[in-house]
């Protein structure tokens, strides 16, 4: 459904380290200094706001990020932790609601957003 998913920064440098660490691979940059992370067909990318405003985060938007595993959820959040994220939520762990069972684990990068590191297990 969706190409790709956009966020904005206001220090484009510290979040290419939050985003480097957080998905283990640096960041393409095009020639306007945007970030690019590719993944599975999907992009997720960061940059100043085209307005020359501040970058804001959405009241109540999440990002979701898909993993094959807990495990692979935790060490997104243990590298988002380290490279200077802020844990949110409950803890990282399943939980159970209309969607099913699923893993979740939430985090706020440098600039605010809200991220999620989900892995959906075999039904």
């Known amino acids: 459904m ?5 966020v904005g920064s206001n220090d484009v440098d510290r979040s290419k380290k939050f985003y480097d660490s957080v998905f283990g691979k640096e960041a393409a940059v095009d020639d306007k200094g945007r970030l690019a992370y590719r993944s599975k067909g ?3 990318m960061v940059s100043k706001p085209i307005d020359g405003g501040q970058a804001r985060c959405a009241n109540g938007g999440t990002i979701g990020f898909n993993f094959d595993s807990p495990e692979e959820v935790d060490a997104w959040h243990n590298a988002g ?3 200077g994220g802020t844990s949110v939520e409950d803890p990282p762990g399943y939980r159970e609601g209309g969607f099913g069972k699923l893993y979740l684990a939430y985090l706020r990068d440098p600039d605010g957003n ?7 297990p075999a039904q």
Do not use: D, E, N, P
Request: aromatic share 12%; with cysteine; net charge positive.
């Open 81 to 83: 932790v380290q490279a």
């Open 2 to 6: 969706f190409s790709h998913i956009m």
């Open 42 to 44: 999907a992009v997720f």
């Open 114 to 120: 809200k991220l999620c590191g989900l892995h959906r």
